[in-house]
């Protein structure tokens, strides 16, 4: 497990390019479910693009996106907590933290538009999107024995939560004008190119103390999924502008799951479907590579600590064994990863050369980007000068689940370069626990002037 938690921390640094995301909404804090434009609506509200049946074409050229989030990790927390002893008061703070977010949490997402496959023009859309997943969990049954020893809890759950998935989104949507509102709808194929993960159906680990001593065992199996595939479905509504006022929800992938290990015989390499997936695949676990079949069985045991055991050399002893992991047909075992779902309620004015939007954004569990819990989101844009519209945003989920983002856009003919950066659960560098960072090229087509359609009649 060692080696596990090294090669997370590795990961989290090496990664190149949430789903889904673009410059804009990150320096609005998310606020962005009904200003969504063109193709960059298409993962927030697919209804937005059948207001725009009359519009040109948009391109997204080339897009950079990364986001790294924690729940304690931060310049601040380091200088304050290292190196110093907790008193209660400050102990039983941090600890009601972390039991808040579930332990103590690391996640890394990372997506990149596949360049050029971006395309909107009217009232439809395609968009293809290389996305990496990384989620890490320190169990909470770990960090009370750090904070409080034994003396809380006898049975202390040590089950650890880290999954890392890699997957290609390809999207078609297409929107339907009413008179007072428009609907949309974004059909999904999502390409599973790897997985890799613990199975906390099979696993299980806890750390006994009673008066016999300290001792405990647990079990690991991870397994690795190669070549998967699975649909999605996004649906959303936005109202038509009245007096600067917009209205809109959606409901983003209300359908959603990959099937892993479907054709699994020989299976394909998945760094030949992606050259970014060479960053993570083939997995290497210590100083052995996985092969296509393979799965990880970590074991450890702690016998029985107390003073007439210390002299012995083997109270805990560990083993990791590799097994191909298949069916008596020869076949890996199917399963199922869900992609997860959230609700998004939102609006908008216009005011002179200001645009503000809020949000509320909720998800239906604790997976990947997705938070069983409502955020409310709240952002404006300045558009005086329409050639650098400045944007900032400001989030809030609750405790420290927090963020403050700002933005910016350049745009030279019909070229626009965006920039959006923001602090996650943190309000300034020292305090931010996490960021979001994204910058992206986007090339749009020129609007039509009245009677450029066809000759003007005499």
Same mark, same amino acid.
């Given at each position: ?40 609506? @298409? ?36 200088? %304050? ?28 997402? &990372? ?73 949309? @709808? ?17 696993? $299980? ?17 991870? #397994? ?10 996004? @649906? ?52 052995? &590579? ?13 016998? &029985? ?5 210390? $002299? ?25 990863? #869900? ?11 216009? @005011? ?28 404006? %844009? ?12 400001? $989030? ?41 960072? $994204? ?20």
């Amino acid at each position: 497990m060692k080696r596990i938690l090294l090669l997370t921390v590795m990961m989290s640094f090496l990664a190149q390019a949430q789903t889904k995301r673009d410059p804009r909404m990150v320096g609005m804090a998310g606020a962005y479910t009904t200003i969504a434009d063109g193709v960059f609506c @298409v993962g927030f509200n697919p209804g937005i693009i059948g207001l725009q049946q009359n519009n040109p074409y948009m391109i997204q050229a080339v897009q950079l996106d990364m986001g790294i989030l924690g729940n304690f990790f931060s310049i601040q927390n380091i200088a %304050e907590y290292s190196g110093d002893t907790l008193d209660t008061a400050e102990k039983d703070a941090l600890f009601k933290q972390l039991e808040a977010s579930d332990g103590l949490g690391f996640f890394v997402d &990372t997506h990149m538009p596949i360049p050029i496959m971006n395309i909107s023009k009217g009232n439809m859309a395609f968009t293809s999107n290389n996305i990496i997943l990384q989620n890490y969990r320190l169990p909470m049954g770990l960090l009370e024995l750090m904070f409080y020893g034994n003396g809380q809890k006898p049975n202390l759950d040590l089950e650890f939560n880290y999954e890392i998935v890699g997957l290609n989104e390809y999207g078609f949507s297409f929107g339907i004008p009413m008179k007072t509102m428009s609907w949309g @709808v974004t059909l999904k194929y999502l390409q599973g190119l790897f997985y890799l993960g613990i199975d906390e159906d099979s696993s $299980s680990a806890n750390l006994i103390t009673d008066d016999l001593g300290i001792y405990g065992s647990g079990k690991y199996i991870i #397994r690795q999924g190669v070549g998967g595939a699975g649909f999605g479905m996004d @649906v959303g509504v936005v109202s038509r502008p009245y007096n600067g006022w917009q209205f809109g929800a959606s409901f983003i992938n209300l359908l959603g799951d990959i099937k892993w290990n479907a054709n699994s015989g020989g299976g394909e390499d998945p760094s030949s479907l992606n050259p970014l997936t060479s960053k993570f695949y083939p997995f290497v676990f210590g100083e052995d &590579t996985l092969d296509l079949n393979e799965s990880i069985l970590y074991t450890f045991n702690i016998d &029985t600590i107390r003073m007439d055991k210390l $002299s012995n050399d083997s109270l805990f002893t560990n083993e990791t064994v590799f097994f191909v992991d298949t069916l008596e047909n020869g076949q890996r075992p199917e399963f199922i990863t #869900r992609y997860p779902a959230t609700f998004r309620l939102g609006l908008s004015r216009t @005011v002179d050369n200001f645009l503000f939007s809020s949000d509320l954004v909720a998800g239906f569990e604790n997976k990947y980007f997705a938070r069983q819990q409502w955020k409310w989101a709240v952002g404006a %844009e300045w558009t005086r000068i329409q050639s650098f519209p400045l944007r900032i945003g400001y $989030s809030w989920a609750g405790g420290e689940m927090k963020e403050l983002a700002m933005g910016f856009g350049v745009k030279k003919g019909p070229i626009q370069f965006d920039l959006g950066f923001s602090f996650r659960n943190g309000m300034w560098l020292h305090t931010m626990k996490g960021f979001n960072f $994204s910058f992206g090229l986007t090339v749009l087509g020129k609007k039509k002037k009245m009677g450029e359609e066809g000759p003007t009649p005499k």
